[in-house]
């Protein structure tokens, strides 16, 4: 389920719990035409959003807009996680109003944690979810749009928002970090491995390895990762070819950038587009 759209009734909700662990591995980046509400609920991970890289704790939220590439590694040992993909519309505008910034609350990336005097309360909405999923009756839809409402009037009250979580990996690596900024900042160039290597001062392979073993992503990935995530929003905020998008976000190769944005987002830069203009 967690790798698929909700079907056309967005007010459809769907949830389920699994543990995952080392031996669970996501085949790439992915992204929803709905919302994705991700809860840790013991052990940890790593998630990876847009170009960002954040390790998730038990009782961690992240909230994840339409459209978004994302990523989960269980690189820390056993993971239990929840997941709920929803359409902010199940959501009334007087619940929303509650939520903080409700303006952007359904249009960025939020993370969340809940305090541990309040997380029985809310991780049973989770888990109410979770069984009606199961039951999957004629009452299942409306209990499930009251659980999820409930979990968010909740999650407002006394959830801890971290409004200004950093913008590049979040590792306490001073080189990964630089290897980083220095992608989010050159994306748009025709830069190799050895240009972000001599800019941390380390051999090429050197770099690759511990990008990877820090990082839980190629150090190349990570490169096509930001310039595809970029080439996505212009897609939707600007009117130009995809060819000229291709190329102003380092894709030399339009056949290789239309490859590579289909095995992302699982449609072509066009058919992206489309999709949310309509």
Known sequence: MHDQPLPHDTRVIHAESRLRDESYVMHGHHCHSCHELFYTESG??????????????????????????????????SCRRTVVLFDHASIPADVQKLLPLPEEFFTRTQIFQIPEAHRQQIVACLMRLVTEEKISDSFSPLLMERD??????????????????????????P???QAARYISENYMHAISTEDIARSVGFSPNYLSRKFRETAGIGLHEYLVFIRLHHAALELVSTDDSITTIALRCGFSDSN?????????FGLTPRGYRKSISN
């Open 44 to 77: 940890s991970c790593r998630f990876l959003i847009g170009d960002c890289i954040h390790d998730l704790q038990a009782g961690d939220f992240v909230l994840i807009p339409p459209m978004v590439l994302h990523y989960t590694r269980y690189v820390f040992g």
């Open 175 to 177: 080189q990964i970090v």
């Open 256 to 264: 290789y950038f239309k490859d590579s944005f289909k095995k992302k």
């Open 148 to 173: 999820l409402q409930s979990l968010f009037l909740l999650s407002s009250r006394y959830c801890t928002f971290l409004h200004d979580t950093p913008e590049q990996i979040h590792t306490t690596d």
